[in-house]
């Protein structure tokens, strides 16, 4: 069992920055691929970026690549998000999730392969 917890988030004028963090419980942090999500209000929940257990792969959506950084300190047991240049429309409640099994590069990006769920931080980006 994993639990993870995000702290980080707040409220940030647009080209602002905020960094998430996930903080995990146990000892088996490093075993485990971590993604961070994102749901906005009356949306789906999408894929924001995710990073493999060594912290060697990256993969972001587009929507956010070149202005998020995904990294991981696993004797901290934390994975972090850096988001740069906000815009309102990264407004949302971001969650950090876990997987103990990616199979493929292509699995990082769908939520139902990951295993373990945090209970999100809300990201609110005023124009």
């Known amino acids: 069992q994993v639990q993870l917890v995000e702290s980080g988030g707040g409220l940030v004028q647009a080209g602002g920055s905020l960094r998430l963090s996930c903080a995990a419980s146990?000892?088996?942090?490093?075993?485990?691929?971590m993604g961070w999500f994102r749901q906005a209000p009356g949306k789906e929940r999408e894929f924001v970026a995710a990073?493999?257990?060594?912290?060697?792969?990256?993969y972001y959506a587009d929507s956010v690549k070149g202005r998020f950084t995904i990294s991981r300190n696993n004797a901290k047991n934390t994975v972090y998000l850096q988001m740069n240049s906000l815009k309102p429309e990264d407004t949302a409640v971001y969650y950090c999730?876990?997987?103990?099994?990616?199979?493929?590069?292509?699995?990082?990006?769908?939520?139902?392969?990951?295993?373990?769920w945090g209970q999100g931080t809300q990201v609110t980006v005023s124009s």
């Open positions: 999730a876990a997987a103990r099994t990616i199979n493929s590069g292509s699995y990082y990006y769908t939520g139902k392969n990951y295993d373990y």
């Open positions: 990073i493999s257990r060594s912290g060697g792969s990256t």
């Open positions: 146990g000892r088996t942090f490093s075993t485990y691929a």
